[in-house]
T-cell receptor, first 114, second 113 residues
């Protein structure tokens, strides 16, 4: 079965650089979520989109932005990178069919800021 | 403020034993409670989930017990196996909105052979 696809899997950037992460949700899923997970930490919600519109916003820095495109793929753009941005970034998707929607996570993108 | 509190932080169990992980929440608006399993370097994968209208749900070796009045829920892993060694996260969400998941801090489970 198709899963959530994230790219790149690993990314190394220097401070103050910009990074873009891509996410391809499971086909026919209409909702995309972005989470950030620091080492040994729980995933923290950043932002979500439903049918290409932002549906909720969490602890996402102003330096970060995201969007969902017409083909439902999503991109997370991170600018002015800081050392503290080093983390595993997960994209997840779900089909909003009613209560108890299962949210499926991708394998994650490792971002290292040096 | 951690909206979902999870304990213990780590757990060591012998093969064949029962693993028990507990979570508590404050927000009574939460109405969906999933458990996710995460292996190192991998994304979280849904194990089992429960809604507050039932007190227990069982799927294979995994059981969720839910106590609405106490605002607590727990995961029981029966006949624990070394392959169950992973980090387990409880989570909560409010259905009908963005349905974003709020996670507990996680429990690192080690099952010794």
């Amino acid at each position: 079965a198709a899963g959530v696809i994230q790219s790149p899997r690993h990314l190394i950037k220097e401070k103050r650089e910009t990074a873009t992460l891509k996410c391809y949700p499971i086909p026919r899923h209409d909702t995309v979520y972005w989470y950030q997970q620091g080492p040994g930490q729980d995933p923290q919600f950043l932002i979500s989109f439903y049918e290409k519109m932002q549906s909720d916003k969490g602890s996402i820095p102003d330096r970060f932005s995201a969007q969902q495109f017409s083909d439902y793929h999503s991109e997370l753009n991170m600018s002015s990178l800081e050392l503290g941005d080093s983390a595993l970034y997960f994209c997840a998707s779900s089909y909003n069919q009613g209560p108890g929607n299962t949210i499926y996570f991708g394998e994650g993108s490792w971002l290292t800021v040096v | 403020q951690q909206q979902v509190k999870q304990s213990p932080q780590s757990l060591i169990v012998q093969k064949g034993g029962i693993s028990i992980i507990n979570c508590a929440y404050e927000n009574t608006a939460f109405d969906y409670f999933p458990w996710y399993q995460q292996f190192p370097g991998k994304g979280p994968a849904l194990l089992i989930a429960i809604r507050p209208d039932v007190s227990e749900k069982k799927e294979g070796r995994f059981t969720i017990s839910f106590n609405k009045s106490a605002k607590q829920f727990s995961l029981h892993i029966m006949d624990s196996q070394p392959g169950d060694s992973a980090t387990y996260f409880c989570a909560a969400s409010i259905q009908g909105g963005s349905e974003k998941l709020v996670f507990g801090k996680g429990t690192k489970l080690t099952v010794n052979p």
